[in-house]
């Protein structure tokens, strides 16, 4: 008995990755019903306002515009706690959303990209940009790293935006 | 007489050149997501600190004062990126539920201003003073909470409802058919006539 019978798979006609693909997504509860793809949308839209949106606060501080009363570090020791809200709601109901047809986002040149900024904004806010604010003192490159916090979300935003206008670079259709 | 001041405007040189350019509807909508952070992000905080969840270090009228003028600034941005994608398809807009809805709720949040602004928001510093915060604030920011919540969520629905195209006149160019034309070859043919781009995932 080969590997292959005691699975129950059948290569003898190669692997359809179309069909495995069609079949992985009927698979997926997400894709019974219409509504859950939009509504996670909603969840996802409140977690980066949330997130993105109380960076955005501090960064704006960093550069002395907006909240002028309070340190970037004073304000950044009250939004950290929804920062952090926001971007576990974002995160979850993203890994939801890239569920419902992983082939089509990994074909999918700005969602690459999103994901690449993404990643290095994180890391960057968690080190470069939390050093900088915690800082009592103002520090010199605050300005430079407010803008480069900036810069990567706002591009993780545009890369969100064009998924949805780009095919990917094969056209595998959806079901 | 909606409808055809929806088709007059997107009839406009403006409008008909933004929606000829395929880039210029995503690049506004970014743009407008963009602004939902700035804007948004402040709403939230604001409202929470009046219902007391967030950013209790600091005193309300810190947080309402200081918000009040980059608020305005965020809010420009957003209702300028919605004008310019609502205008370039303002007969499609105007046959979605969702955008009415949405409008509606945007009427509803100018109604908020005008009962809320005297007791809540024009003088901030008087409820530093207060004992405790009041129910009225507590409701006012409830509300507004729902209402920025649920023009969010109606903003979402818009790309989901398919406009009626035989009733449409507007000539719309997408990116996505552009990529499918390149990669499919001529199934869709020079000078025919595009329309309707709204991404739907499900479609």
Known sequence: ????????????????????????????????????????????????????????????????????????????????????????????????????????????????????????????????????????????????????????????????????FVYPGLNLGRI | MLLSFAQWIQATGFFTALRGSAYAYPIVLSMHMLGIAFFGGMVLMTDLRLLGFAMREHSISDVLDQFRVPKRWGLLLVVTCGILMAGSKAEEYYYNTFFRAKLILLAAVVLHELVFYRGVYADPAALDQAPGTPGTVKTAAALSLLLWASIACCGRGIGYIEPPLDKIHARVHSLKEATLAALCGPSVQKGQELRCCSFNPMR
């Open chain 1, 1 to 164: 008995m080969t590997a292959s019978d005691f699975l129950g798979l059948d290569f003898s006609r190669g692997f359809d990755r179309l069909a495995y693909r069609h079949a992985m997504l009927i698979e997926n509860p997400l894709n019974s019903s219409e509504y859950s793809f939009p509504i996670l949308e909603c969840f996802h839209i409140v977690g980066f306002a949330l997130s993105i949106g109380t960076i955005a606060i501090v960064d704006f501080s960093l550069l002395g515009v907006g909240m002028r009363r309070q340190t970037p570090a004073q304000l950044a020791k009250d939004t950290w706690l929804w920062t952090l809200g926001g971007l576990v709601l974002m995160l979850f109901s993203g890994l939801l959303l890239f569920s419902s047809d992983p082939d089509m986002y990994y074909l999918n040149w700005p969602f690459l990209i999103k994901m690449v900024l993404f990643v290095s904004a994180v890391i960057f806010h968690y080190t470069v940009h939390r050093k900088a604010v915690a800082s009592e003192t103002t520090p010199p490159n605050g300005k430079l790293v407010a803008c480069t916090s900036l810069a990567l979300w706002a591009g993780v935003i545009f890369g969100g935006i064009f998924i949805g």
